[in-house]
């Protein structure tokens, strides 16, 4: 179904090759997982598969690529499309329509069929994912989880014969992640050729007949998941854990409420919240977080974790409660001079002419502001990229360094939103270390993550959303 | 999904007697009649027309922000000309009735654009656009522009967020006091966001098989109802009526 023979890629402007000498081949109805560290060369892997390579992205192509018993590089990728679906790592983004019918539809009306084909295709598919409910909804209302059933759906509406997923765990809760699962199990014994590409590895287990392990362009090897058993070679390219078990972490409340300064924790009292012309998120909820600690923050989307964490540093105004560090009140104001959170997506963190700059901005106010900067660029690895401009880095690099610009300001809290999603094993390790090490310095740090590896790794304890009664009056 | 600026769904149905490309053909059948009209007369009474239009769609202090924002451009285009005129009086006294002319057509559009925004769902224009049965190189742009106001929006937002996270304040003094920063803070992550959705949206565009040659499926549209007939009738014969009275007369 997939062909790959002696490939070698480099693109425009570019000395080294991004691919070198691939060769593998993938029979239909087989799942294939493609992982390796970041910059391996996995996405430009995807892009041979799906033809994009060399019809959109030019470049220079040596080898052979067949998809479907068609050459890729010799066929449009109007008529491969017809034969391969992908899916992209954030499924909003590749949606042309607003509403989730008409989503389903899209790519059925582009191909000129008929109104009541589109009709019937759609219904099918949409009952096949679970989604009859959910097609009059608009995809900003839905979770991560279902918009991937969108698009899952809407690539089965044109029936191909290969589907290419990239990172398709990495922004789902383990309950989506199960579901997901299910589903590409289901598309495997309808004959579904899978190509999935993912650093996650331990949800796969069931699915995988083939593992391709990619090392800076080449392939380092493949085999049968039993492949990832080896714990040299996990270290060696970077690799994330085959098996995890579900970390059983203790509730992150104190058991004493901290009315006077002597007492180390994080004080929330009475807190309300609830967004314009919605029902409250938060009621009167009371609780206490220890300081020094790596505390979890878990539970399905939906149910506040961001916007607690923006409420915790200042962004968000309560519209009734308090806040205390060490029996000292905050106001809003004062939470976001002694906070720092880091939120999901880099590029709108990320706004000055040079890695350097980028730092230096974001440590105007620390006092040892050139010692803290050179010691967050050592320890990030952000040495090599001081005068590059932020947004040209791969997203690895870019998550370490908004890390590290959060860093530099030597908050009381830190807070991070889904830091490891789409990292491999080496920059989750980093990412886990760093969050240790400033929990032992004494700063509270609070990670939103559905990321199982990373709790097993580096959390002490967990708040689990929504706020249970337990949490909201001690 | 967050409307264009309806608050929420109820709201809409009472007011949504009218369908969404009626308003957009109200809207078109305007802006090309006060290209052509020429007497305040005529120009007045196509104001007074949409005015009327506008107040049925309700959000009375919307457009009330609205008109302020047309009346400050003109007072500062008016006292522009005065300053002007002090260092080249050659360009000749101009009065108030010079700008009358354009901003009774700026009027005209403001509230027809006004009704269109405040009764329409960004679903709705789009499924309005598909079943105008334009050609597929005009339908897909448009169709994006609008699908990704509401992403466009919130990237502002988090980009705000992000500034204020790093100790910045984006209000009005900040961005009068330091306006090359914030280009550097806000326009340039903005532009970027901007640049990779077009990328990410063109290749979304070629893996599901899209190119210029498309022929889309026209999917069945609703038929116009009375009121539809009723509105576009009055909107033609005022703007139409309003020409030939001016050539004839």
Redesign the interface.
Known sequence: MIEFKHVSYTYPFQDKPAVADISFSVSKAETVVCTGASGSGKSTLIRLI?G?IP??HKGTLSGRVRVAGKTTAHTP??AL??H???M?QDPE???????AR?EL???????????EA?EKITRQEADRFGLTHLMDN????LSQGEKQKIALAGIMC?APDIIILDEPSANLDPQATRELADHLMDLKRRGITLFIVDHRLYWLKNLIDKVLVLDQGRLACQGKVTLLEDNDLRKKFGLRQPVIACPTLPAAQLDTHPTDSTINGFDVENLTFGYK?KPLLFQDASFQLPMGEVIAVTGANGTGKTTLA?LL?G?LPFKTGAVRINGTPLRPKDL??RG??V?Q?T???????TVDRELA??A??NPDRDNAVAHVRARFGLESFRLRHP?SLSGGQKQRLVIA?ALVKAPDILILDEPTSGLDGTNMNMIAQVMIDMAQKGTMVLVITHDLELMGLACDCALAMPLSNKEKKL | MPALSVSNCSNLSSKNFIDVRTRMLICLVCSTGIIFIQSPPALGILALASLVYALAHGRIKVLTVAWCGVGIIFAMAMCCIRIMLIFWPEIGEMGPGAFFNPFLRVLILVNTIFALAVSSRIQDLMTSLKTLGLPFVIYLPASVMIRFIPEFINDVKLIRESMRIKGFNPGIQFVTLHPFLVVRLLVVPLTIRALRSADTLSVAAELKGMDANTRMTKMPSPKPGAWDIIATACALVLTFGSIAAEKLL
């Open positions: 799906n994009l019809h959109f990728v109007k499309s017809s391969v679906g992908t992209f983004r590749q949606f042309f329509a607003l509403r008409d539809k899209f790519a059925l009306e582009c191909r000129g069929q008929s109104v589109i608009m995809i900003f209302d044109i012309k923006r540093t962004l976001l001079a720092s959170i939120l997506n590029d709108h963190q990320l706004h000055m002419k901005i974001a105007r106010n947004q610009a």
